[in-house]
């Protein structure tokens, strides 16, 4: 967590962000091209419309001599000029109708397109973040909050869309706007045009002073919906927990006290936008003001037509709004910006990296932990000279309590946290697994956890997950040897059964036994059941352990357990204590050789008795 706060408070360079946002636009670039220009097409008739007014009040119906620019002339002339155009305004009806259509068709054409490329944006910020978080380590994953990792791929991606459609591709419209508009006005009276142009750096500089303050403002409420996701998240999962445990009441007040802190952040932002907005219209009504009295003036003292002036406030509108546009283009880059460094945090987190020359070697050879010492990050050691050697083939028992390292040394198995070099090294065949393909090397290790984790689908799809091409008897076959295959048929649906969220339709030692038969579908050289027995009865213990060494006696196998009925098969065991190996030997041996497991057999020796009587 704290190497993520970090990331999150460092300065970006704009660049960067605007290199990630470039890398999103793949696939939807020409969309927003094509959405741009057509903006712009409907901004330049926008534009016209103005001067075709102007023209019929002026020098058609006003009959006074104003000047234009040539080319409009040039247009005027072709059709007659302007003593033919008084005899025939339909002419500039049908012009004004023309304008009107081409906008509409231009708009329709912008909505369009600007809709694609939205969705095609979406799309590949969606699936390059999730492809992205796959391969990410799992030690990151094991930092981050997945409430919070959702909010960041659902919100934050909505808010760069949102910016992206709404700002960006409006852009080039404002500039036609601002320019032409100004063209426009300075040919037609250029005091007025001063005038008009005289607060608008005002405007500019105060949109740009309020621009750090809504960042901040936007951080602090996004980072704080972030918590909230996650702390709903983590409701909804444990929500039987909560129940069994009394604890709606504190986990609602928590919520509440939660989303108040939230809401009151967006109530603060709230404020200051309101202050911003308020302000701005403040700033362009005076703007406009100036330019309705002065004009007016002007056009009484004869310095300007009624034409001009008409046409000289529908400009000032158009330029006014592009102004404010622009304040509001630096307030949303600001809560874009915000997503985008979010967004970004996921995407420079570094993913898992093979060595360059990694192999992918057989891995039913030995397994071998060299004078292994690890650590978790900020943790003090939690293994220490771990030094041993497992037969290919055999099985080997891991006793220990809680914390003394078992587990781990199964994740460093599998390269779920890599090995520094200096802290020894594990062998597979005499080969470092930190040249293997991690990959390679995790297809051929078939792990069960003491938690297992089932998706809110059917068992078949559950058990079958591993692999899309097997059939039905194969799950079976799987779903026998880890003694489930009865419950399932007892169950009214059989395999097609629809598992709950993380598998809470089942209970715990079916949720372990359907695991156990996800994993035997692999049929991997390498298996791990890391306390995944604790939740079947002894009974059972003993029927999933005959039926293992049955079918995989090849296979080596590494059993973590509590109970000394499942490691007493194992060909060697090794004893834990604190991160340390404090024995090893073969059940016979050990039984008797006055050490932890020695107590632990003699506790347990009545159940062992039970079991040898089933057996």
């Not at 002339?73 to 305004?89: P, S």
């Not at 529908?314 to 283009?329: A, D, E, T």
Request: net charge neutral.
């Amino acid at each position: 967590m704290q190497q993520k706060e970090q990331l999150n408070q460092e300065k970006v360079p704009l660049r960067r962000k605007a290199a990630l946002l470039w890398r999103f636009l793949k696939g939807s670039k020409g969309f927003f091209v094509v959405s741009m220009l057509t903006t712009a097409l409907a901004a330049l008739m926008d534009m016209l419309t103005p001067q075709i007014v102007r023209m019929a009040v002026d020098n058609v119906v006003g009959h006074t001599d104003t000047s234009y620019a040539d080319w409009i002339m040039a247009l005027v002339n072709k059709v007659g000029g302007f003593a033919y155009l008084r005899d025939h305004l339909w002419i500039l009806a049908v012009a004004v109708a023309l304008l009107a259509l081409v906008k509409v068709i231009a708009q329709y054409a912008f909505r369009l397109s600007n809709t694609m490329g939205t969705e095609t944006l979406v799309k590949t910020m969606r699936d390059t973040l999730f492809g992205h978080i796959e391969h990410l380590p799992f030690n990151w994953h094991m930092q981050n909050r997945t409430g919070d990792i959702i909010q960041r791929c659902t919100s934050d991606i909505d808010t760069t869309r949102n910016f992206v459609s709404e700002q960006m591709t409006n852009l080039l419209r404002i500039l036609i706007l601002l320019v032409l508009s100004m063209i426009f006005m300075m040919g037609m009276n250029v005091p007025l045009t001063l005038i008009a142009l005289a607060p608008m750096p005002v405007i500019i500089l105060y949109s740009i002073l309020f621009h750090n303050r809504l960042h901040k403002g936007f951080q602090a409420c996004d980072e704080s919906e972030g918590k909230l996701s996650a702390m709903a998240q983590e409701n909804l999962t444990g929500v039987r927990v909560v129940r069994a445990f009394g604890r709606e009441r504190y986990e609602k007040d928590r919520f509440e006290n939660h989303n108040e802190e939230y809401t009151g952040l967006w109530v603060r932002l709230g404020r200051l936008m309101a202050s911003f907005w308020a302000s701005s219209d403040v700033l362009s009504g005076i703007q406009v003001m100036l330019v309705v009295v002065f004009g007016a003036v002007m056009c009484v003292n004869g310095k300007m037509t009624a034409g001009s002036y008409i046409a000289f406030l529908s400009y000032n509108g158009m330029l006014v709004w592009p102004i404010r546009q622009l304040g509001r283009m630096i307030s949303e880059m600001s809560k874009a910006g915000v997503a985008i460094d979010r967004i970004r945090y996921i995407m420079e987190s570094p993913v898992e990296q093979d060595k360059p020359d990694a192999v992918c070697p057989d891995l039913s050879g030995d397994i071998c932990f060299e004078h292994v010492d690890f650590a978790y990050e900020n943790s003090p050691h939690i293994l220490h000279d771990i030094n041993f050697t497992m037969k290919a083939g055999t099985t080997l028992g891991i006793l220990g309590g809680t914390g003394s390292g078992k587990s781990t040394m199964m994740l460093l198995l599998d390269r779920m946290y890599d090995l520094p070099a200096e802290n020894g090294r594990i062998t597979i065949g005499g080969v470092d697994i930190a040249d293997m393909k991690a990959e390679h090397l995790r297809s051929h290790i078939g792990m069960v956890l003491q938690e297992p984790f089932l998706f809110s689908r059917s068992l078949k799809d559950n058990i079958g997950i591993t692999d899309d091409g097997l059939t039905l008897s194969d799950i079976r076959e799987a779903a026998k040897a880890a003694c489930l295959d009865d419950a399932i048929e007892g169950f009214t649906k059989g395999y097609d059964t629809f598992v709950g969220e993380r598998g809470v339709t089942l209970s715990g030692g079916q949720k372990q036994r359907a695991a156990i038969a996800r994993m035997l579908t692999q049929q991997t050289p390498i298996m791990i059941f890391d306390d995944s027995l604790s939740a079947v009865d002894t009974e059972t213990d003993a029927k999933i352990r005959k039926a293992l060494e049955k079918r995989f006696g090849s296979a080596s196998i590494i059993l973590i357990s509590h109970r000394i009925t499942t490691l007493s098969k194992a060909d060697q065991i090794i004893v834990l204590d604190r991160g340390r190996i404090a024995e090893m030997g073969t059940h016979e041996e050990l039984k008797s050789a006055g050490g932890i497991y020695q107590r632990i057999y003699e506790i347990q020796s009545p159940s062992m008795k039970e079991v040898a009587g089933n057996e």
